[in-house]
């Protein structure tokens, strides 16, 4: 157990530092997110602010003399969105020139900042554009999908949305992407731009899913692996104890019946012993009976070895079923006599011939009988029914005995399964018969069950198929 214990606390260990992985990870992912978007929020406002500076340039007869020597003569009648297919002219290379064209630049440039700066924001900004660069820079940086923006001013009055309406302008406007527009303006009041991006979180994980799915896969792989290891360690320390007490049962076993016999025997070459006609016939019914239990438990171990070994041989006749029951009833009915007992046959079914092997049907009947009388604390009452339809006949064998609670009625065909009694070993066994009972109807092509309760008795109710589900009842009830 303290092994068992060491690997489930590095599994629990393991788990619990794959989720943390999965939540740093996951905060990481977050992370980098949310400053992607805040880098693509600053490159569209540098681009925005660059295109209103090279439209200003275009309207002045001077800019536009510039801006044909470094970029080649426009088409005629460029108007702003040709100044938008140019977006390599930058004010770096417009810094190349002559140091007359830079005074007259610094001049020019100077002149529309301030003049745009008192110009209305709206005046300022094409919605298009820049629903267009945001766009295209989320899309740079490998995040696509809706999104939603707008312009505030700096009392939070929406200025400018997207080109469709916002319906949620407050969440918009609690986002905490966001970068101010026009960062070179000498003067104005500060304008920034707010960016949503609905469904972050699932993007995030959309990114993470083929990592995440090979985590958890491989994390349940681990647990699977785990409960089934300690399962087959449970399940082999189980069968260990219960090897360890067949051995120990089975040592009384053979020892009491050996003593008893080798007692009567003592007595019987004993010549300073008289010995009367009556001890006589009890010394040697003693030596019998002790002998017939010899006989039963090494039938009983051979019979489990050869089911355990699947070499158990059939040989299949035709059967009458009431008249092999009735023959194991007379056999057994001494034994429950003894207890002041009795057997009862029920025979009720109309179709009672099959196909099944006689000495291994027999060995089942008797074992059932055995059972019914050994766990019976009062007179035994063992209570023998058939009933047929046209596939199958059932036989239910049915006592007083102190019953098998729930719980343990699907083990007790385990082999080596023996119902826990505590410290009373008054009924003595080895879990070996039930076992070979449902081999054998197992074999027959049928199925065994028990319907039993504390106090109340147990019922054993097999079912057995005839040959090609014949329902000729004159055959059936020949013999």
């Known amino acids: 157990m303290g092994l068992s214990a060491a690997i489930a606390l590095a599994l629990v260990g393991l788990v619990l530092i794959q989720v943390q992985w999965i939540r740093d990870t996951m905060a990481l992912k977050d992370a980098q997110f949310a400053q992607s978007v805040d880098n693509a929020l600053v490159a569209v406002s540098d681009r925005m602010e660059r295109i209103e500076k090279l439209e200003g340039l275009r309207e002045h007869e001077t800019g536009r003399a510039i801006l044909e020597h470094i970029g080649g003569s426009p088409p005629s009648g460029a108007d702003s969105l040709a100044l938008r297919q140019h977006p390599a002219i930058t004010l770096g290379e417009l810094d190349s020139t002559t140091a007359q064209g830079e005074s007259v630049l610094a001049e020019m440039v100077h002149g529309f900042l301030y003049a745009n700066a008192y110009r209305a924001m709206e005046e300022r900004i094409d919605p298009r554009l820049l629903d267009s660069l945001i766009t295209e820079e989320l899309a740079a940086r490998g995040i696509t999908g809706a999104h939603q923006q707008g312009v505030f001013g700096p009392d939070g009055r929406a200025v400018l949305l997207q080109p469709e309406p916002v319906n949620d302008t407050a969440a918009l406007l609690a986002s905490t992407h966001r970068t101010r527009l026009f960062r070179n303006d000498p003067v104005g009041n500060e304008h920034f731009l707010y960016l949503l991006v609905p469904g972050q979180e699932g993007q995030i994980w959309r990114s993470m899913s083929p990592m995440l799915i090979m985590s958890v896969v491989l994390l349940v792989m681990v647990v699977v692996v785990f409960i089934i290891i300690m399962r087959t360690v449970w399940r082999q320390k189980r069968i260990g104890d219960i090897k360890n007490d067949l051995v120990n049962n089975l040592t009384h076993e053979l020892k009491t019946p050996i003593s008893t016999i080798a007692l009567a025997c003592e007595a019987l070459t004993d010549p300073s012993m008289p010995k009367t006609d009556q001890q006589v016939r009890t010394f040697v019914g003693m030596i019998r009976d002790e002998n017939k239990r010899l006989g039963i438990l090494v039938e009983n ?179």
């Open 301 to 479: 171990v051979l019979q489990s070895a050869v089911v355990t070994g699947g070499h158990m041989r059939t040989r299949m006749v035709d059967l009458d079923l009431h008249a092999l029951l009735q023959d194991v009833v007379r056999n057994s009915e001494i034994q429950a006599t003894r207890r002041n007992g009795h057997i009862e046959l029920d025979l009720k079914a109309d179709l009672y011939h099959l196909q099944g092997d006689r000495i291994h049907l027999t060995n089942v009947f008797y074992n059932l009988i055995d059972n019914a009388i050994k766990y019976t604390e009062q007179e035994p009452r063992v209570r023998i029914s058939t009933r047929s339809d046209t596939s199958s006949i059932t036989i239910s064998v049915r006592d007083n005995g102190i019953g098998i609670p729930r719980g343990e009625q699907q083990r007790i065909f385990d082999k080596l399964y023996r119902v826990p009694t505590g410290n009373i070993h008054n009924v003595k066994g080895f879990g070996l018969g039930l076992s070979y009972v449902r081999s054998v109807v197992q074999r027959h092509g049928g199925t065994i069950r028990v319907e039993s309760e504390p106090g109340l008795g147990s019922t054993f109710i097999i079912t057995i198929p005839f040959e090609h589900g014949s329902s000729d009842t004159d055959t059936a009830r020949r013999g």
